[in-house]
Structure formats: C-alpha cells, structure tokens
C-alpha cells in the first residue's frame, strides 16, 4: 500500500492550564490592538462585535500571570487599551514560535 502525496498543515496554539490562550486570530488582535489603541477599533477591523473582542482580551489577561493589555474607561473621546512591554514580549515570542514551526512544516511536510 502506498501513501498519497501530502502536506503537513496545522497552527499553533498556546495552551495554559489545558485552556486555549493565544492562537494566530488572537496575536492579530492584539496587534491592532496595539496599533489602534482602541479594542472596539480592533474588533471592526476584525468584523467582530465589541464584546467578543472585550471576552477574548478578558480570557488572554486571565491566562497569562500579568496582562497582556490594559484599557481605561474613556469619557467623550473614548477609552484607550494599550499592549503592555508584557503583550509585545509574548507576541514576539508566538510570532517566533509560529515561524520555527512553519519551517518545520516545509522542512518535513511534503511526502
């Protein structure tokens, strides 16, 4: 019997605890986050709602020791959030991660 040519395919999650934290869809995020300073623009950017966006920032700064981003209340302007020294550490790393296992997906995934 002979195998099929194939492709090796997959995505890195960040588990804590056995809980999903950090995946690629939340690294971007973060990023526009971080970009915006704003988590509702970062959700409109995403075609998400506010309160999802507000849920996944909630379930990332529970998961890790510190948080990732803060956010402040806003008054006529708005609030703000910002990605802490922490958050761009942590993305640094996924992103490090996420290119170590993309080179090992190319290295080894075509049969």
């Known amino acids: 019997m002979s195998i099929p040519p194939f492709k090796l395919n997959g995505r890195i999650w960040l588990e804590i605890d056995e809980e999903k934290v950090l995946g690629h869809g939340r ?3 973060l990023e526009r986050i ?57 993305i640094g790393e996924f992103k490090e991660l996420q290119q170590k296992f993309f080179r090992f997906l190319d290295k080894n995934g075509k049969k």
């Open 34 to 90: 971080h970009e915006s300073g704003s988590i509702r623009q970062a959700a409109l950017q995403m075609k998400m709602s506010y309160k999802q966006a507000w849920d996944l920032v909630n379930h990332i700064n529970n998961g890790f020791k510190q948080p990732l981003v803060i956010s402040k209340r806003g008054g006529k302007g708005g609030g703000i959030a910002l990605l802490t020294p922490f958050g761009q550490e942590v």
């Open 27 to 29: 690294v971007e995020l």
